[in-house]
Every structure is written in structure tokens, then in C-alpha cells.
């Protein structure tokens, strides 16, 4: 059985080398595609697989790593459960009883591999329900499943549940001491980068999280529009920034989701899930980033700030600060009205 749940470094990552069947960590996860909102098309083509008892799975195979390394049994049964823009979906049963969600994909590893170290971080703070993840990274050479695939636990998920009881488990992910000995030691961002939908996410260490926020969001996102008018107003409102962190005093790096729409949020047996992350270690009021299309009630605000209390000065402009990353990546991504929203920030920002 594959023991170990950290998330890695950024020299090794999740996985093993290519062509080999070395286990990689744990952590959690749903798999239901890329963190993308707007572009991401599920088509669902349910099937199931019988496997013949006694039948040898094919070399380079899902079903042959999940056979030799997790200890379940043989595979009994594959239930291809439909594809996204990028990856297909299936689940593993197992002699155990044991299932698993895998997702596969041609894609070269590294999206599967942030997913993965990201769940295995909030997995670690033992808080929302989140599945282990047994391998991210590159398929065996001959592989004919694509370039890359991941295997978690297969968990039932239903709907969003009750909203005080996710603020107040989500807070606690935010309040839980950071499983990254880099975050333990103060400093923001995380082991790899990853993506934020399509859109890469830089996640280089930084001391400061005034600065990290402003050149590996704001600054990166700006880069990526080369639109000059955004370009001029993202930079004032850059200059005006650091002061409406100053009522905070230290910011402690929590683990954040940092893609929280209502599209990445359930329940497993009736507790409070989250999946399809974009982590990394920021400040606990980044992560509402995505308000605008999480559905997060007043229940749900109430119990949230009664775990970490809300700073009220300046609240609104670091909350319009951090509406501004989100409405950036979605010009960048998708483009049309979203410029105009962003521009409305800023100017509200700066007035």
C-alpha cells in the first residue's frame, strides 16, 4: 500500500519517471476536468467493462498500476464515466470493494501533477472531505491511455449541503498549520506551479504576500492581456495596494483552494467537499476570489468569520483586489465583457 500524503518538492513532484510504476503520495481529489468554468464541456458517455477473472491487464495499463501497487486486488470492473476538453473519467472497482476515480489524459503531466500535490495539501489539514491521491504524473512508456493519468479514491458526491457547516470547515482548512515546511516557515506560494482553469499560475516562494499577490497574480495576469490600458490602471492600483494590508499586521499563509465556484463544491455523505483546485499557500481572504459566482450565503460568511474573524478596514478594496485576479484570468481565458469588468474594478479601486 502506498503510504505517504505530503506534497512534494518542486525537484520531484507527484510522480515517478516515466516507465515506471513507482507510488507517488497521497492527498485528495474528484477529477471532474480542468478548473475552468466557462469552457469546459462534460460529455457523458457512461459504459461499463466487465473484467474477465483471471485475465491479465495490458502492460503500461491503469488497471496493471492499480493491480500492482495499491493493494486492493485485481480490477473487476471499469466504468468509463465520460471526458472533459482534456481528460476521460473512469472508475476502478477492485476485489477489496476498494474503487477508484482515474483521469487520464494526452496532456503532458504537469496539470495532473499540481492537481495532486494541491489535494494533497488540503487533505493533509484533515477539514473538508477530500479523496487520496495515489499517482499524478506521466503514464509508462507504450502507454496507450495518453501521455498522463491520476488515481484517487472514488468518493459519492452529492450537493452543496449546508452552507454554515462548509464556511465553518472551510475556515479551519484556512486556520489549519500548513502540512509545506516552506509555508510553516511564513513564506507564500507552493511546491509547483499550476494552472487556474487554462491559465498558468506562477507560485514561486515569496516572503511578502502584499508583493507575492501583486507580481504572481496581479502583474502575471497583466502580462498575459498585453492591453495597455489595463496595464496602466493594474499598476496603479498595484502602487495603491500595500496600504489596505496594513490592518491586517502578519498574514499567516493558509492553504487555499483558489478556484471556489459553486462548480468545484459538494458534499461526501453529507460533509462539506471541495475539488478542481488551484492551490497555493496565500492570504485566508483570497480564496473569495470567486465569490461572484460561488453562491456563498450570509450562513455561510457568519460561520466562516466566527472561526477567523473578519478585518473590517480596508475589507472591501483587498476584497475587490482579489475579484480583480479572477475577472483578469477570465478576460485572458474567454475574453468579451470581461475586459470592461476588470476596468470597473480598477477604477473603483483608484477613485
Given at each position: 500500500?502506498?503510504?505517504?500524503?505530503?506534497?512534494?518538492s518542486?525537484?520531484?513532484?507527484?510522480?515517478?519517471?516515466?516507465?515506471?510504476?513507482?507510488g507517488?503520495?497521497?492527498?485528495?481529489?474528484?477529477?471532474?476536468?480542468?478548473?475552468?468554468?466557462?469552457?469546459?464541456?462534460?460529455?457523458?458517455?457512461?459504459?461499463?467493462?466487465?473484467?474477465?477473472?483471471?485475465?491479465?491487464?495490458?502492460?503500461?495499463?491503469?488497471?496493471?498500476?492499480?493491480?500492482?501497487?495499491?493493494?486492493?486486488?485485481?480490477?473487476?470492473?471499469?466504468?468509463?464515466?465520460?471526458?472533459?476538453?482534456?481528460?476521460?473519467?473512469?472508475?476502478?472497482?477492485?476485489?477489496?470493494?476498494?474503487?477508484?476515480?482515474?483521469?487520464?489524459?494526452?496532456?503532458?503531466?504537469?496539470?495532473?501533477?499540481g492537481?495532486?500535490?494541491?489535494?494533497?495539501?488540503?487533505?493533509?489539514?484533515?477539514?473538508?472531505?477530500?479523496?487520496?491521491?495515489?499517482?499524478?504524473?506521466?503514464?509508462?512508456?507504450g502507454?496507450?491511455?495518453?501521455?498522463?493519468?491520476?488515481?484517487?479514491?472514488?468518493?459519492?458526491?452529492?450537493?452543496?449541503?449546508?452552507?454554515?457547516?462548509?464556511?465553518?470547515?472551510?475556515?479551519?482548512?484556512?486556520?489549519?498549520?500548513?502540512?509545506?515546511?516552506?509555508?510553516?516557515?511564513?513564506?507564500?506560494?507552493?511546491?509547483?506551479?499550476?494552472?487556474?482553469?487554462?491559465?498558468?499560475?506562477?507560485?514561486?516562494?515569496?516572503?511578502?504576500?502584499?508583493?507575492f499577490?501583486?507580481?504572481?497574480?496581479?502583474?502575471?495576469?497583466?502580462?498575459?492581456?498585453?492591453?495597455?490600458?489595463?496595464?496602466?490602471?493594474?499598476?496603479?492600483?498595484c502602487?495603491?495596494?500595500?496600504?489596505?494590508?496594513?490592518?491586517c499586521?502578519?498574514?499567516?499563509?493558509?492553504?487555499?483552494?483558489?478556484?471556489?465556484?459553486?462548480?468545484?463544491?459538494?458534499?461526501?455523505?453529507?460533509?462539506p467537499?471541495?475539488?478542481?483546485?488551484?492551490?497555493?499557500?496565500?492570504?485566508?481572504?483570497?480564496?473569495?476570489?470567486?465569490?461572484?459566482c460561488?453562491?456563498?450565503?450570509?450562513?455561510?460568511?457568519?460561520?466562516?468569520?466566527?472561526?477567523?474573524?473578519?478585518?473590517?478596514?480596508?475589507?472591501?478594496e483587498?476584497?475587490?483586489?482579489?475579484?480583480?485576479?479572477?475577472?483578469?484570468?477570465?478576460?485572458?481565458?474567454?475574453?468579451?465583457?470581461?475586459?470592461?469588468?476588470?476596468?470597473?474594478?480598477?477604477?473603483?479601486?483608484?477613485?
Open positions: 500500500m502506498i503510504t505517504g500524503i505530503t506534497a512534494p518542486p525537484a520531484s513532484g507527484l510522480a515517478p519517471r516515466r516507465g515506471t510504476f513507482a507517488g503520495g497521497g492527498g485528495g481529489g474528484v477529477g471532474r476536468g480542468p478548473p475552468s468554468r466557462v469552457a469546459i464541456s462534460v460529455r457523458r458517455s457512461p459504459s461499463s467493462l466487465r473484467v474477465a477473472a483471471g485475465a491479465r491487464a495490458e502492460p503500461g495499463s491503469v488497471r496493471e498500476w492499480i493491480e500492482r501497487n495499491l493493494d486492493a486486488g485485481a480490477v473487476t470492473d471499469v466504468s468509463r464515466g465520460g471526458s472533459s476538453g482534456w481528460a476521460e473519467f473512469s472508475t476502478y472497482d477492485t476485489e477489496s470493494g476498494k474503487r477508484f476515480f482515474v483521469k487520464t489524459s494526452r496532456r503532458d503531466p504537469s496539470m495532473f501533477i492537481e495532486g500535490a494541491g489535494l494533497n495539501a488540503m487533505f493533509e489539514t484533515n477539514t473538508l472531505a477530500i479523496p487520496r491521491v495515489y499517482y499524478a504524473g506521466a503514464t509508462p512508456d502507454s496507450r491511455e495518453g501521455n498522463s493519468f491520476i488515481v484517487m479514491d472514488h468518493l459519492n458526491f452529492g450537493g452543496r449541503g449546508d452552507q454554515a457547516e462548509f464556511g465553518r470547515q472551510l475556515a479551519l482548512m484556512h486556520a489549519a498549520t500548513p502540512a509545506v515546511k516552506e509555508a510553516r516557515a511564513g513564506k507564500f506560494g507552493f511546491t509547483v506551479d499550476n494552472t487556474c482553469g487554462d491559465t498558468p499560475q506562477p507560485n514561486g516562494w515569496m516572503d511578502d504576500w502584499v508583493q499577490y501583486l507580481e504572481r497574480r496581479i502583474r502575471h495576469q497583466l502580462r498575459l492581456a498585453r492591453d495597455s490600458t489595463l496595464t496602466e490602471l493594474g499598476e496603479k492600483v502602487e495603491r495596494a500595500p496600504l489596505w494590508f496594513e490592518p499586521g502578519t498574514i499567516k499563509p493558509s492553504i487555499l483552494h483558489g478556484d471556489l465556484w459553486s462548480g468545484n463544491i459538494g458534499t461526501v455523505d453529507g460533509k467537499s471541495v475539488f478542481d483546485p488551484a492551490v497555493y499557500y496565500g492570504h485566508s481572504e483570497a480564496e473569495f476570489g470567486m465569490s461572484w460561488a453562491g456563498f450565503s450570509q450562513k455561510f460568511y457568519d460561520a466562516y468569520f466566527e472561526v477567523l474573524p473578519k478585518v473590517e478596514t480596508h475589507f472591501e483587498r476584497r475587490q483586489l482579489y475579484l480583480l485576479y479572477h475577472y483578469l484570468n477570465h478576460y485572458n481565458l474567454f475574453g468579451g465583457g470581461y475586459r470592461g469588468q476588470c476596468v470597473g474594478i480598477m477604477k473603483g479601486l483608484l477613485a
